[in-house]
């Protein structure tokens, strides 16, 4: 039988946590953070605690975006290889990246256990193999790059892997670093706490307009309502992209499904978060409640949706890469779903202000790393209020 979710696994495992009031007034505030996924879910954590009179709007459910539907592997590795990234701007930049990725993920740690958030938040390591046998020269190229650099990394050959792991693959990169978490769940408890702390939060609360004034911003929803603060954050995702006049990341589909809980292998991956070399790379992981997630497939984004029959020769397509990468897994599916995000050309977000919109800030997790990104978000958004710069701003500016 071909029942299938037509919803995100998070979204139907996990069902609307909580739901907010949509805003039937004027208000005011000092920053006005749009979107409710987890980049503003963490955002807008970052502003309230520091004392800004802060309103969260979402068009959506809390989290009913890409953060529903996020496989969320936490890898300090850009979908950028370190050497490549160095290529394109230069080799210190490029290993602060990567080392901010690592620093983000020990920040992200510290977060969810100081707010006692149920986050399924686990540490894991980081397996890249090569997809094929053309792949190996170029990955371990990577790994002495990164080894020279002075990250903690291991080169596995085909046998140390299969031992290690039952899997058929090519080489690869074993890396000290990683972790993944539910960031649906984080985003729903994070905003709910603050919430009860005085954070206002406004869901299904579309917007018509924003006026962007010297010293303020206007915003005016669907039903007529205005919304004047001093500063707006877009945590909008993807969509945001809309709003540019030049193109800054492309728009793409990906798919992913879940295997039914205990599946056989789990003791052998459960600290694992694996992917490969392709393009679109194929990328995998467990879960806390021990099923095997597996994603990949990419195309580029459908604006008149994914149809099942897609949906349905993507998740296969994934089943069978996962037979022919782990011969011995029994992976029974459970659920299968499709997601967009955006991706750059250096695989790095953009954060920080545009000139076609003062007074406004952006915070845009693109890429496979969207969340340590805007992990990162949170001390950026800080210091560009503060008038502090960082190189990561610099790094992650719009006219790079
Ligand atoms: C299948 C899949 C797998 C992924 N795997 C990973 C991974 O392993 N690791 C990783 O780090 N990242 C991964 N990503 C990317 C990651 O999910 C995203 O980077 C992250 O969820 C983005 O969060 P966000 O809060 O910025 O955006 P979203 O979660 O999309 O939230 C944006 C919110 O803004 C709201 N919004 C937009 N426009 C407006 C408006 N005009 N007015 C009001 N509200 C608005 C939307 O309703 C939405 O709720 C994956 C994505 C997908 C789809």
Redesign the pocket.
């Known amino acids: 039988m071909e029942l299938r979710s037509p919803e995100?696994f998070w979204l139907l495992k996990n069902g609307i946590l909580h739901s907010y009031p949509s805003l039937q007034k004027d208000i005011a505030c000092d920053i006005a953070v749009?979107?409710?996924?987890?980049?503003?879910?963490l955002i807008s954590h970052t502003l309230h605690n520091a004392g800004y009179k802060t309103v969260v709007?979402?068009?959506?459910d809390?989290?009913?975006?890409?953060?529903?539907?996020?496989?969320?592997?936490?890898?300090y590795e850009i979908d950028v290889p370190m050497h490549k990234l160095a290529e394109m701007i230069g080799e210190q930049a490029a290993t602060e990246c990567y080392r901010a990725g690592i620093r983000s993920i020990a920040a992200l740690e510290s977060l969810v256990k100081k707010e006692h958030i149920d986050s399924g938040f686990e540490h894991k390591k980081s397996l890249q193999v090569a997809h094929s046998e053309k792949a190996v020269a170029e990955l371990e190229k990577e790994y002495h790059y990164r080894k020279k650099n002075g990250f903690h990394v291991e080169w596995l050959t085909s046998e140390e892997i299969k031992k290690r792991f039952y899997m058929e693959s090519h080489p690869g990169i074993l890396s000290e670093e990683g972790a993944s978490i539910d960031?649906f769940k984080t985003?729903h408890s994070l905003i709910k706490k603050n919430h009860d702390r005085g954070m206002l939060v406004y869901d299904h609360?579309?917007?018509k307009e924003f006026i962007y004034e010297t010293d303020s911003v206007k915003i005016i929803t669907e039903e007529g309502f205005t919304v004047f603060c001093k500063k707006v954050i877009f945590?909008?995702?993807?969509?945001?992209l809309k709003m540019f006049r030049k193109k800054y990341a492309d728009v793409i589909s990906?798919?992913?499904c879940v295997s039914e809980e205990d599946f056989n292998l789990y003791p052998v991956l459960k600290d694992m978060l694996i992917w490969d070399t392709a393009d679109p790379y194929i990328?995998m992981r467990t879960t806390d409640d021990k099923r095997f997630l597996v994603?990949g497939e990419d195309i580029p984004f459908r604006y008149n949706g994914i149809s099942e029959k897609i949906k349905g020769k993507k998740t296969a397509n994934l089943n069978r890469k996962i037979g022919n990468l782990f011969p011995t897994l029994h992976f029974t599916e459970d659920y299968r779903?499709?997601?967009?995000?955006g991706v750059t050309k250096d695989g790095l977000p953009y954060i920080g202000e545009h000139p076609d919109f003062p007074n406004a800030i952006f915070?845009?997790?693109?890429?496979?790393?969207?969340?340590?990104?805007?992990v990162q978000g949170m001390n950026l958004v800080l210091k560009i209020l503060a008038g502090e710069t960082d190189p990561l701003l610099h790094f992650y500016r719009f006219d790079r």
Not at 62 to 75: E, F, R
């Open positions: 995100s749009i979107g409710s996924g987890i980049t503003g879910a709007i979402d068009k959506r809390v989290a009913a975006g890409s953060s529903a539907a996020t496989t969320s592997m936490l890898q960031a985003a609360t579309s917007v945590c909008t995702g993807f969509e945001t990906t798919f992913a990328y994603g779903w499709a997601g967009a995000f915070v845009l997790g693109l890429g496979g790393n969207g969340i340590t990104f805007s």
